[in-house]
């Protein structure tokens, strides 16, 4: 009887998988052919959402939130906002002077990021936030320069062998191989006084030489800065482990706050590649490093201290200001308590074509498929999301506060989160993810044609040379996943096209730098959200979770070996 009975149960299921009309699958499959794919609306949100710049706070960036909040109801995806009032910080003044030996002249830095011929962006420059540093500390300080290369612990004891010390002075470092926030934090362990992060031509030009730069070229043009945030810790500082609700919550003092590491400790400004240039021919001492040199016709570095001397000076103002995280629910039938998360940042330091708001564009694409399978009859059997986050460049703010409301609920009954930030800016498929989805990004980039090479697969170009596709981890911080997977545990993937882009977090990060030289027909764009919008429904739709352990016993296995 019991052998009976397994037959039965067997062959009815046969029967619901062969005969239900229409499977899951198809639907699956129908959702990355290209008859649902939208370049052209792709462009438009993308257009729509960078036509101003939108810092997190201003009102540019609350018209985003509703433009965000019109599509995704107008693509029938049931929408609502959820509010917070967090600490932001803004720049009130800030300056920046170069003090030679006498007879020398001084010079003052305008710290202005130059207007281009043409510049289709010139009528709203004017809303552009000045270059700063987010949290920041303020005050004026003034001492004799260091080079500090990349500001990295390891630099510190090139330096400290050389026996050249920063104790008093006022380093110049160059952004690149670590967080901005880390590069001041390190300056302040080693007793520097105030800290000064440049563009080099190196990284971020070119190279130097006959190199061209934006709208010529994709490259950072030598005014160009990368403006950021220097806090070490994700949400809000004065709600540490709690959230900042609207209703009057408690809060940190400023004194606190600092007492609590995580802002800047030493006075900081971020600068162009011309300003750190002349700042560098100024520095003598001692010559750095081969490998502490920038372009081939750039000055010689030297590590200093001085003889020239930097004044700088830095006021921020704190501010208790809304954001607004905006999200769209697409319900389950079976499941409508467990949830497959999608989530992308909306805010950007200025006009933010690549940061963010290609992954923005690129989650509305995602919202217009999922409607158009519904129109065929498409229901998921567990609730999606859509999570459109603010604040992010901050501190990953507005992901941080809703996770720390909601942490038992997504504890209990949260799938697993898929961000993507940066969707778009350049060539190549990027991907990292908690072990246990890296057998599911794979299934996906072998449906999904490579949208730089038809005749092959994502997964086939990914691949590359090497036997299996390189899949980072996320066991850092910096996109909107770290709050989801360091919080609460929830398995999580971030995917993109290009690996970075020279304009970043710059005025230059516009429409024209992605139509141009990002994606110019937008298919890298769609390819994003086939992937993005494959795994989701993977994981909404299959009765069994399609979760791989093996592979993340492998990975235990080898963090307990190494």
């Not at 609350?62 to 929408?79: I, K």
């Not at 959230?243 to 609590?260: F, H, I, K, P």
Request: hydrophobic share 40%; proline share 5%.
């Amino acid at each position: 009887m019991f052998k009976v009975s397994i037959c039965t149960a067997i062959a009815t299921s046969l029967f619901f998988l062969l005969f239900s009309s229409p499977p899951k699958l198809s639907y699956h499959s129908l959702y990355i052919s290209s008859s649902l794919s939208d370049n052209a609306s792709i462009s438009h949100h993308l257009y729509t959402l960078t036509r101003r710049p939108h810092i997190a706070g201003s009102k540019a960036n609350a018209d985003a939130a509703a433009y965000v909040l019109s599509t995704l109801s107008s693509y029938a995806v049931r929408s609502h906002i959820v509010s917070y009032d967090v600490a932001l910080t803004y720049p009130v003044s800030r300056s920046l002077t170069l003090i030679r030996p006498t007879p020398e002249p001084s010079t003052t830095f305008d710290l202005r990021q130059e207007i281009y011929d043409g510049d289709p962006y010139a009528d709203v420059a004017s809303e552009v936030v000045p270059t700063f540093h987010a949290y920041a500390k303020s005050g004026t300080v003034a001492g004799p320069v260091v080079y500090v290369n990349y500001g990295r612990v390891e630099d510190y004891e090139v330096l400290k062998e050389m026996g050249v010390s920063v104790e008093g002075t006022v380093v110049l470092a160059r952004y690149g191989k670590i967080f901005r926030g880390d590069i001041v934090q390190n300056a302040f362990a080693a007793g520097a006084i105030g800290a000064v992060v440049y563009t080099d031509r190196k990284d971020y030009g070119g190279g130097g030489g006959d190199a061209r730069w934006f709208p010529d070229d994709k490259w950072m043009p030598p005014s160009g800065v990368q403006v950021g945030s220097v806090l070490t810790v994700d949400g809000d500082p004065t709600t540490p482990g709690w959230a900042s609700t609207r209703d009057e919550c408690e809060r940190l003092s400023e004194e606190e706050v600092e007492n609590g590491g995580g802002v800047g400790m030493i006075p900081s400004l971020p600068i162009s590649a011309a300003d750190g240039e002349a700042i560098m021919r100024t520095i003598g001492g001692q010559v750095a490093n081969d490998d502490w040199q920038g372009s081939t016709d750039a000055p010689v570095y030297r590590v200093g201290p001085g003889p020239a001397i930097l004044n700088l000076s830095y006021t921020g103002e704190q501010k208790i200001t809304t954001i607004q995280n905006v999200f769209g629910v697409i319900e389950g039938t079976e499941e409508p308590d467990r949830f497959v998360l999608l989530g992308n940042h909306r805010d950007a330091w200025t006009f933010g074509a690549v940061d963010p708001n290609s992954g923005t564009a690129t989650l509305l694409e995602v919202a217009q498929r999922l409607r158009k399978l519904q129109k065929r009859g498409w229901r998921p059997r567990r609730t999606i999301v859509l999570c459109n986050w603010d604040a992010e460049e901050y501190g990953l703010t507005g992901s941080t506060e809703w996770v720390e409301e909601n942490r038992e609920m997504l504890a209990s009954k949260a799938i697993a989160y898929l961000n993507v930030d940066s969707a778009v800016s350049g060539a190549g498929f990027y991907a990292s993810a908690t072990p246990q989805l890296d057998e599911l990004l794979k299934q996906a980039t072998q449906q999904v044609q490579d949208p730089d090479n038809s005749s092959q697969s994502i997964y086939e170009s990914w691949v590359g040379s090497s036997n299996s596709p390189i899949i980072g981890r996320l066991g850092g911080g910096g996109s909107d996943f770290a709050a989801f997977v360091q919080h609460v545990g929830i398995p999580a993937t971030e995917i993109s096209f290009g690996a970075g882009y020279p304009v970043y977090h710059s005025m230059y990060d516009d429409f024209i730098w992605m139509k141009n030289f990002g994606d110019p027909n937008f298919h890298r764009h769609a390819a994003v959200a086939s992937i993005w919008g494959l795994v989701a429904l993977r994981l909404a739709d299959e009765e069994f979770l399609p979760f791989d352990y093996l592979s993340y016993a492998y990975e235990l296995q080898v963090c307990i070996l190494s």
